[in-house]
């Protein structure tokens, strides 16, 4: 009888040592795309260098209700052009960037004098062995971490359209976020591209809450896509077309062009990391 306490006693031990093991996300992109909700988050937003397609409503909403602001290289001068086209009143009550940043090859002197001369930190980033982007997050932390700073997200406003390998190179940032701990480990980072908003999924389980403004129809869309390695089995809910325990791999199936069926909230157990995009209406000028 002894010992089969003792062997009881020693497998709940193993069973809750192993369930610890599964890691759990809650995402809830509301907190960054409704203006309503904006300030109840700490978030930082990066503007990097692609052409400013949002709703100039939702973009100032997005930067002013922002606790860190930054522009990245060219990105410095595609916010300047913005601020420019916006009417007097608007412009007058823009916040400035908190952090310029990049190796500067994108910009003129002009543009980043005018920018220092309101006092705006500017922090020249001449290493090439990574992209602006990755050096602009690296900067972030830098700041966060001096100012004893936490922040909930990281948005980057970029584009899905242009250069392809520009494009894989903003995604290959989102793997070096973990994987070189770019930013704190409870930041969570987003590429907001045009009407799309991506992140990546971590092995373990997520939950992620469908924004009442996206509905369901021909014109919504979301998708998982394994980058970099397999994603040998992957089990979601809340999809129009579901996997159940079933492998991601470029080859055989990835699931793009998914939409949702209508519930609350999308769940997905991975055991390897997935990109997932999902529409998200209104972002820009239809």
Not at 9 to 26: A, H, P
Not at 56 to 66: E, H, I, R, Y
Not at 188 to 204: C, E, F, H, R, T
């Amino acid at each position: 009888m002894v010992l089969r306490i003792m062997w009881f006693v020693k497998n709940l031990r193993q069973c809750e040592k192993n369930s610890n093991l599964i890691k759990r996300w809650k995402w809830d992109i509301s907190q960054i795309i409704t203006s309503q909700v904006q300030g109840q988050a700490k978030y930082a937003v990066i503007i990097l260098n692609r052409p400013l397609k949002l709703k100039k409503s939702f973009l100032t909403s997005l930067w002013n209700n922002a606790s860190v602001r930054v522009t990245v290289d060219g990105g410095t001068l595609r916010w300047n052009t913005f601020l420019k086209e916006l009417p007097e009143n608007d412009r007058s009550s823009m916040k400035l960037p908190d952090l310029i940043t990049g190796d500067f090859d994108s910009i003129s002197q002009e543009i980043l004098k005018i920018y220092e001369a309101k006092s705006c930190k500017v922090i020249h980033t001449p290493d090439q062995n990574h992209t602006d982007f990755t050096k602009a997050l690296m900067e972030l932390n830098k700041w966060c971490k001096s100012n004893s700073f936490e922040i909930d997200h990281a948005i980057a406003i970029s584009q899905s359209s242009g250069r392809l390998d520009q494009i894989m190179g903003n995604i290959q940032t989102l793997f070096l976020v973990k994987d070189k701990a770019l930013l704190d480990s409870k930041t969570k980072a987003y590429i907001v591209s045009d009407d799309a908003v991506s992140w990546l999924l971590q092995p373990g389980d997520h939950i992620i809450t469908v924004p009442k403004q996206i509905g369901v129809g021909k014109k919504v869309w979301c998708s998982l896509v394994p980058i970099g390695e397999t994603c040998s089995q992957i089990t979601t809910t809340g999809l129009k077309w579901n996997l159940d325990n079933q492998p991601l791999k470029f080859g055989d199936i990835v699931s793009t062009s998914n939409t949702f069926d209508g519930s609350e909230n999308v769940t997905i157990k991975c055991t390897n990391t997935v990109l997932w995009s999902m529409k998200v209406p209104d972002l820009i000028d239809s």
